[in-house]
């Protein structure tokens, strides 16, 4: 059965594994690469989670089959910025097509209306059509803004909204 929770101080190590098992598996699905993570110091990582296991401008949620981590997406607001953005979105790939992509997502939504989100915003690679179709399923919306993700590796993203509600 496919559950999904959030990330706890004591997920450093689970959180480097999964995010580290992302990069290599998708490379070309995030601005971050596996090569340079692999250089990130235990610190880095503890200061990165952290800050997302509790308050309500950061969430990371794993998604777990029994008790093997499947996925990873986490939802970050900086300041008083009243949208968010989809992070780190990734599914093992022998789950795709599960819940567990799903899920994720899902618990993120359900958080940011918590937390007075207005808007949720995942930026996708624009030559990620699976992804894309996904985000349209679950109500995101093309913004037609271009994201550089990676100038480096010419990776350009599309930015995708969801309206969830107004701040109060």
């Not at 098992?21 to 503890?46: C, H, I, M």
């Not at 037609?144 to 969801?162: S, T, W, Y």
Request: aromatic share 8%; proline share 3%.
């Amino acid at each position: 059965m496919i559950t999904c929770r959030r990330a706890t101080k004591n997920d450093v190590a689970l959180f480097r594994e999964v995010r580290l098992k992302a990069l290599k598996e998708s490379p070309e699905a995030f601005g971050s690469t596996y090569e340079a993570s692999l250089q990130r110091d235990v610190r880095s990582w503890e200061e990165q989670l952290w800050a997302t296991t509790s308050g309500g401008d950061r969430n990371t949620q794993f998604a777990f089959d029994d008790e093997e981590c499947i996925g990873i997406a986490a939802l970050y607001r900086e300041g008083a910025a009243p949208s968010g953005e989809v992070l780190m979105m990734w599914v093992d790939p022998s789950y795709r097509g599960s819940s567990a992509a799903t899920m994720l997502v899902e618990e993120l939504l359900r958080w940011a209306k918590g937390s007075e989100f207005a808007e949720v915003n995942p930026v996708v690679s624009e030559s990620n059509a699976r992804a894309i179709r996904f985000y349209e399923k679950l109500g995101f919306q093309d913004t037609g803004e271009k994201v550089e993700v990676d100038a480096n590796r010419d990776l350009i993203g599309i930015r995708m909204a969801q309206e969830i509600g107004k701040p109060q």
